[in-house]
């Protein structure tokens, strides 16, 4: 039995299949760090950039620690960026690495007023061509709180 490809059902499918191929790979390419690493140049090496702390109760500042080290061959530059309100920036951060040196970048969650699912995320630029970016994600469950903002009846 013959099959006509030539159906509209068939060409929609080749349609769709070329769209998610061709994002696929425009994905795949821009993936891909584009120019040479400097091989004596800085390098950033970070374990994680993500942190559950699972449940935290109110009351108090909690930090999550993100060890970072230079691998590199020269000074490694971090430079935090901080938002503010309504989207502008604020003053920026900035670390510094030797080459073999080691420090810990700390998130912070104030839990403050909030319920439920939080999430805290730090966005970094470095020197290193091979990580010119990332971002630190912290995420918690917060314990509901007992006062919910209207007086009790006696």
């Known amino acids: 039995m ?7 059902a068939a060409v929609a499918l080749a349609i769709f299949m070329g769209g998610v191929l061709a994002a696929a790979s425009a994905s795949m390419v821009f993936s891909v760090r584009i120019g040479k690493a400097d091989p004596d140049g800085p390098e950033a090496f970070l374990a ?7 449940t935290i109760s109110r009351g108090s500042v909690v930090r999550a620690r993100f ?5 590199g061959g020269r ?3 971090l430079v935090e960026h901080v938002e503010a309100c309504c989207g502008q920036s604020a003053a920026a951060r900035q670390v510094s690495l030797a080459p073999g040196e080691s420090t810990e970048l700390a998130v912070e969650i ?3 007023r909030w319920d439920g699912r939080v999430s805290q ?3 970094y630029t470095t020197n290193d061509p091979r990580l010119p970016r990332f971002s630190l994600v912290v995420t918690a469950l917060l314990e509901p709180s007992s006062f919910d903002g209207w007086p009790q009846k006696r």
């Open 2 to 8: 013959k099959r006509n490809l030539r159906s509209p």
């Open 48 to 54: 994680s950039t993500q942190c559950d702390l699972k």
């Open 67 to 71: 060890p970072i080290s230079n691998r």
């Open 75 to 77: 000074r490694l530059i």
């Open 110 to 112: 104030d839990p403050g």
């Open 121 to 123: 995320i730090v966005r």
